[in-house]
């Protein structure tokens, strides 16, 4: 149930952002803003909450050195996929190029669909993953931060998808219909990774998850950092605000792991 609680949201979250390309782009600054402030947040789940559960599941006296191999392969594997599909842009706005950002050429809309699309695979399997191994500890809801970090960057995402339609002259219908097969993926692969690793025996089902997550942090980790880098060398206006945004997020992050420590823990942090 809560589950499909999570999912429903991503899902109606998804849908919403990509219909704001319907009612007109965000400005520019607005944007970036915006990202910085997902991608400081994204960055401390992937270290406060992902990176601990890994470690604490995956066997061994090499676990560390296997969980770093895993975050490292996520994000090779993100960096490839940013560079033969170019998807992940946001900024639509007017002005956006005349801040640098050129509009993504790489394959085109088929390219960034397939793109963003195993994107929201990852996000789907790190959330079913969260939830359960959140099931069998106390404190808050199981795979909190997982979950609101999707529905924080989600919107972006589907944003994009939507955009670049819009951008290309594609009919509404077709982006409506793009815009809500979307929404769907990351939910149904949050039910495949949670099942799935239902279906593994006792033994294999901890450190199977454990490498799921180790993965899922490098992904998360490429998905801030490629929001955050370029606007280090070509946003060199309002950084005081873009940094203030990327240390809210990365904040809000912190205080949600205290908070499910100190309740896991029965109110006292070791």
Do not use: W
């Not at 992940?88 to 394959?107: N, T």
């Amino acid at each position: 149930m809560l589950l499909a609680a999570y999912s429903g949201a991503v899902f109606a979250i998804s849908v919403a952002g990509g219909q704001l390309s319907e009612r007109g782009a965000m400005t520019h600054t607005r944007t970036q803003l915006v990202m910085s402030l997902v991608a400081g947040f994204i960055l401390g789940v992937a270290l406060f909450h992902l990176l601990p559960h890994s470690l604490e599941r995956i066997p061994g006296p090499g676990a560390v050195n296997a969980a770093m191999l895993l975050v490292v392969a996520g994000m090779i594997a993100m960096v490839v996929l940013l560079r033969v599909f170019h998807f992940h842009q946001h900024d639509f706005s007017e002005d956006a190029e005349v801040h640098g950002h050129a509009r993504p050429q790489g394959r085109g809309l088929a390219g960034i669909a397939l793109g963003l699309g195993l994107h929201a695979v990852t996000e789907g399997i790190a959330l079913g993953a969260s939830v359960r191994i959140g099931l069998t500890e106390g404190g808050m809801l199981p795979g909190l931060g997982v979950c609101l970090a999707i529905l924080l960057h989600k919107p972006l995402d589907a944003f994009s998808i939507t955009g670049m339609m819009k951008h290309e002259g594609k009919a509404r219908g077709a982006r409506l219909a793009a815009n809500v097969g979307y929404a769907l993926i990351c939910p149904l692969a949050a039910a495949a990774s949670y099942f799935g690793a239902g279906l593994l025996d006792a033994v294999s089902e901890g450190p199977a998850l454990g490498y799921g997550l180790a993965f899922a942090v490098g992904v998360f980790l490429c998905i801030s950092l490629s929001d955050l880098l370029p606007e280090v060398h070509f946003h060199r206006h309002d950084r005081g605000k873009l940094v203030l945004a990327l240390l809210v997020g990365v904040a809000l992050a912190y205080t949600l792991y205290f908070v499910e420590a100190m309740a896991a823990q029965g109110g006292q942090i070791h």
